[in-house]
C-alpha cells in the first residue's frame, strides 16, 4: 500500500459524516483489518503518527492517528491535495480464468483506467461468470488494491455481462442516454466527448496499436477477448459498431499480459503519463 484508503463506512458516527463540519469526523479500523495490520506491522506506527491517505473518489490528504490500542486505531484526516483524474479509457474485457482476473483488477487499476465491462464470450468458459469474482465486493477488493498501489483513490467503474451483443446495446444506451442529456442542458455538439473504439486482435491487416493516438477531449473504448479470443461473428459486432482493429504483434499473449501491455501503450502515446 502506498496509500491507506478509507471511505464513510469507517466513520465512528457516519450519519453525521461531513468534511465541511467545524469538528473533524474520526475513522476506525479494527484489528482484523488489513489496513490496522499494515500499519502496525509495515509502517510500525504509534499514536500522534501520521500516514498518507485517501478518501474512495475524494481527496487525499493527511491522517493523524489519534489512538493506537491492540483492538483499533482511530485517526483523522485532513484533505491536502486531488487525486490524479483517470485516463479516458474504458476496456471492454471477455471474463478470465478467475486466478487472471484478480491480476487484471489490481495491475490495470495500478495503470489506471476509467471503466471496465466485464463480458461473457462465445469461447470463453461460461462458468467464470458465476465464481466468486462476478461478485461485486470482490471486484472492488482488487481494484483498490491497485489503486492504493499507484497512490491513488479514484475507482473505476465496472459491469458485468452475459455477451459481446449485450454489452455494445448497454454501451450503445449509455452514450444515447449522455447524448440527450447535454442536448437537454444546451451543451454543444461540438464540446460532446469524442469516442475512439478499438477491438485489439491478431490480424495480418490491422495497424499497430504504437500508432494509436487520441487527440485532447476524446477517449478510447478498448476492447480484449479472453485467452481463446473473438470468434467471427464477435468481430463482425464490432465492427457494426465501428470498432477499428489494432494489433500488438504476432505473438499471442496471456489476458492479463495484453490488458497491461495495451494500457501502457495508451497511456504513453496518449500523454497520461
Known sequence: ???????????????????????????????????????????????????????????????????????????????????????????????????????????????GFSELFLTG????????LKSNLSDKEKITEYLLDGISQAGQNLLPQFSFYNSVQEVLQKINEKQNASFLQNVQNGVSQALFLKEKKILLDISENAETLGSFKLKRGEHVIAAIGSERGWTERERELF???????????????????????????????????
Open 1 to 111: 500500500m502506498n496509500i491507506i484508503l478509507f471511505s464513510e463506512k469507517d466513520c465512528f458516527n457516519s450519519e453525521d459524516f461531513s468534511f465541511k463540519n467545524s469538528v473533524k469526523p474520526e475513522f476506525v479500523f479494527f484489528k482484523n483489518d488489513e489496513r490496522f495490520l499494515h500499519i502496525k506491522k509495515i509502517l510500525k506506527l504509534s499514536s500522534g503518527c501520521n500516514f498518507k491517505a485517501g478518501f474512495i473518489n475524494g481527496k487525499i490528504g493527511t491522517a493523524v492517528i489519534n489512538e493506537f490500542s491492540n483492538e483499533k486505531i482511530t485517526f483523522s484526516f485532513t484533505e491536502t491535495a486531488s487525486p490524479l483524474p483517470l485516463p479516458p479509457v474504458k476496456l471492454i474485457l471477455g471474463f478470465p480464468r478467475p486466478i487472471q482476473l484478480k491480476r487484471i483488477l489490481r495491475d490495470a487499476a495500478s495503470l
Open 239 to 273: 465492427r457494426n459498431e465501428d470498432f477499428k482493429t489494432y494489433s500488438m504483434g504476432k505473438r499471442i499473449l496471456r489476458t492479463e499480459t495484453a490488458v497491461c501491455a495495451a494500457l501502457s501503450v495508451i497511456g504513453s502515446n496518449c500523454g497520461f503519463w
Open 121 to 128: 464470450t462465445e469461447l470463453g468458459e461460461k462458468s467464470y
